[in-house]
């Protein structure tokens, strides 16, 4: 099953095209952005990536893509917090002096917030997503389920070119999506993402001058 489908691009300002302005038979086209009319580059997008406007006049692209080790998360996490509310109903059911019940709660608590973490991580690898939006000189990602994560922000003027880094780890690999900054650090994005072909668009979609 293909994953990917063609995307028309101006060689010039990187504006997509749509279908109706590009002659398939020979590639060329017209670009409404810039006025250049010439051969169009085809670009593979992946399914998983849909791109729209977004509120800061530019441009918004959204990855996502389901991680079904999640349904693992979860399930551990079901088996370990009911393990945590056994123990912890035993604590205070418990004829224990005052000082040993807080003692004992004081040791887990480390493992009752682990409690909360797992399930919180496995929501995040079935329904995250993560949302590039770039416009006006800089960028946001957010990292998240619906309206709840993170975001990041970081400066982005069209002189820069972002390029994919791979990382090893004892996990696995990671590709990331490295933007140059003016204090000239990178500022680096996709922990999670192990699809080589998903940085490789997203850093063609950043290097893209039109918005």
Known sequence: MNDSMNEYCCCRCGAVLPEEDVNLATGFA???SCGHAGRADNVERPRYITLDKCSMNGRRLVYRRMNWGGICLLVFAVMWNWVM??????????????MHAVLLL??????????????AIGLLFLFGRIVVEVGQGQGRVFRGVGPVGWSWYFSLSGMETARVVKMHTSRGNFWLV???????K??????????EKAAEYICTWLNRKSI
């Not at 004081?106 to 399930?119: D, E, R, T, W």
């Not at 490295?178 to 000239?184: A, D, E, I, K, T």
């Not at 990178?186 to 699809?195: E, K, P, Q, S, T």
């Open 186 to 195: 990178d500022f680096l994005f996709g922990w999670a993402n192990r699809d």
């Open 106 to 119: 004081f040791f887990m608590l480390p493992f009752v917030l682990a409690g909360i973490v797992i399930p």
């Open 85 to 98: 509310a056994a123990f912890l109903s035993n604590i205070f059911s418990s004829a224990r002096s005052d």
């Open 30 to 32: 017209l670009c409404r």
């Open 178 to 184: 490295s933007v140059p900054q003016p204090n000239g």
